[in-house]
């Protein structure tokens, strides 16, 4: 029988507060929807990322029983490869609204099989790709740190080739507040940016010894649709592997400082990154496709 509606879900990922954190719509098929749908589901949610997750074939045929599942995440313009807090929120749903009890879950990914691990009633932790930055030159580099920090001094500037996200990191004279009075233009982002070399850009910050972080950032990627995305689980994938070469250490607690906010554990294990958050769950509806 041909789907006429889908159930969709709203999960605000990395916190445990109402309307902060990132949001995420979770559409959990049992069966599957074509790609030009997909689409149209994200652009009509309009988050930073809408998921849609699918029963593996090889696994049980249940959302509540299986352990491995399919997921695609969609902007309201792309689909990308990768989605840290969409993640979570999928996994939020299985784990909490659909009734799945497996301490572990598997999702195949244009990623690769990435886990999400139940930890007690609140948090969850996703196993991730590692993602290590390198140092980065192009023509247009000034024009990209003009257009995000403006006069603000860069101390670093790193690319990661995989992700396609550059990091800009602020001196440490600047203090979290600097961080987030920046206001880039995207337009200007957008006109400067034309190679591909660079879909997102990730602007960081060392914490001081006083505050309860190890570091701070924020994330623009006008160049898959997201103007600036509130907490960003794939950047993460980049930044604990360029703080770790700064504190020779391995665990952190990282604040993004969107006007939303939100926080997150981050481990290196191997050559994984493990990313541990809360969720809080917004809205669960019906969204009519035919």
């Not at 940016?193 to 190890?214: F, P, R, S």
């Not at 481990?267 to 809205?283: D, F, N, P, S, Y």
């Amino acid at each position: 029988m041909e789907l006429s509606s889908v159930t969709v879900f709203v999960v605000d990922a990395f916190t445990n507060e109402l309307f902060s954190g990132n949001p995420a719509a979770v559409c959990c098929l049992e069966k599957d929807i074509p790609d030009t749908l997909k689409s149209k589901i994200a652009a009509e949610m309009n988050l930073s990322e809408t998921a849609f997750a699918t029963i593996d074939t090889d696994g049980d045929k249940t959302f509540e029983k299986g352990t491995k599942f399919g997921l695609r995440w969609f902007t309201p313009t792309h689909e990308v490869d990768l989605c840290g807090h969409a993640t979570l929120a999928t996994a939020a749903v299985i784990f909490h609204k659909l009734g799945n009890k497996e301490k572990t879950i598997e999702f195949k990914t244009r990623s690769g099989i990435l886990k999400a691990i139940q930890e007690g009633e609140s948090s969850i932790t996703l196993d991730f790709p590692i993602n290590p930055p390198s140092p980065f030159e192009a023509e247009n580099l000034p024009d990209i740190v003009r257009i995000v920090v403006g006069n603000l001094e860069i101390q670093d500037v790193q690319h990661s080739a995989t992700t396609k996200k550059l990091l800009l990191r602020l001196a440490n004279k600047y203090n979290r507040q600097d961080l987030e009075a920046l206001n880039p233009s995207l337009q200007d982002l957008l006109a400067v940016e034309k190679n591909g070399m660079v879909k997102g850009v990730i602007v960081t910050l060392q914490a001081n010894d006083k505050e309860d972080y190890d570091f701070y950032s924020r994330y623009f990627a006008p160049w898959v649709g997201i103007p600036e995305d509130p907490v960003t689980g794939s950047a993460h994938t980049v930044l604990a592997p360029y703080w770790q070469t700064v504190y020779n250490k391995r665990h952190f607690r990282a604040r993004q400082c969107s006007k939303r906010g939100g926080d997150l554990i981050v481990k290196i294990v191997e050559q994984r990154v493990e990313l541990t958050g809360q969720v809080a769950h917004v809205l669960e509806g019906t969204i009519r496709i035919k």
